[in-house]
């Protein structure tokens, strides 16, 4: 079992940043992968950023390729995600998940609130 906490969310101005981090319980935390995904309202949850077990693989969607970096400590069971240059249109509800093995991910956090202004 994985508990996973977001932090780091908040109210910012359009072109600002924020750095988002998941805490994650449990001894196999570098064995997984890892995943950030956003919800606004009266959307559909939708894919941001993910990275393997080691740190060396990323993917990005498109909407945030070239503003958003994900990382992570294993020393520290946290994965981060590195916001720049926000847009309104980024204003969601971000969650980290994580995937055990070759499975989907499994396990999810709270969510943290990222409100951008315009």
């Known amino acids: 079992q994985v508990q996973l906490v977001e932090s780091g969310g908040g109210l910012v101005q359009a072109g600002g940043s924020l750095r988002l981090s998941c805490a994650a319980s449990?001894?196999?935390?570098?064995?997984?992968?890892m995943g950030w995904f956003r919800q606004a309202p009266g959307k559909e949850r939708e894919f941001v950023a993910d990275?393997?077990?080691?740190?060396?693989?990323?993917d990005y969607s498109d909407s945030v390729k070239g503003r958003f970096t994900i990382s992570r400590d294993n020393t520290k069971n946290t994965v981060y995600l590195q916001m720049n240059s926000l847009k309104p249109e980024d204003t969601a509800v971000y969650y980290c998940?994580?995937?055990?093995?070759?499975?989907?991910?499994?396990?999810w956090g709270q969510g943290t609130q990222v409100t951008v202004s315009s």
């Open positions: 998940a994580a995937v055990p093995g070759g499975g989907g991910y499994t396990y």
């Open positions: 990275i393997n077990w080691s740190g060396s693989s990323t």
């Open positions: 449990g001894r196999t935390f570098s064995s997984y992968g």
